[in-house]
């Protein structure tokens, strides 16, 4: 893993621990998303360095590219326009 102290985007050093998260589907190892403080950017910190980095992304297993997990994306980004759409309404 390499460990990053500044922002991949912005360059900036002002991140933060966010969250972490396990990787249910595939590997089973705890993630943790750090965020740039100053374009609010996340990002895996410690990343996988890219001669590992195919593990985490095996086609066969991999969730995001499944039907179910793009009909969840979807709906999330309907959902969430739709009830900004409400809420102006009202």
Request: glycine share 2%; charged share 25%.
């Amino acid at each position: 893993m390499e460990r990053l102290s500044n922002c991949l985007v912005c360059g900036s050093k002002k991140i933060i621990n966010k969250k972490s998260l396990i990787d249910y589907s595939l590997t089973k190892e705890t993630f943790t998303l750090y965020q740039c403080l100053v374009c609010g950017v996340l990002f895996t910190n410690p990343r996988p360095k890219k001669d590992k980095i195919n593990k985490y992304y095996d086609l066969k297993k991999y969730d995001s590219y499944s039907k179910k997990t793009m009909f969840l994306v979807l709906f999330m980004v309907l959902f969430k326009n739709l009830t900004t759409l409400i809420k102006q309404v009202y």
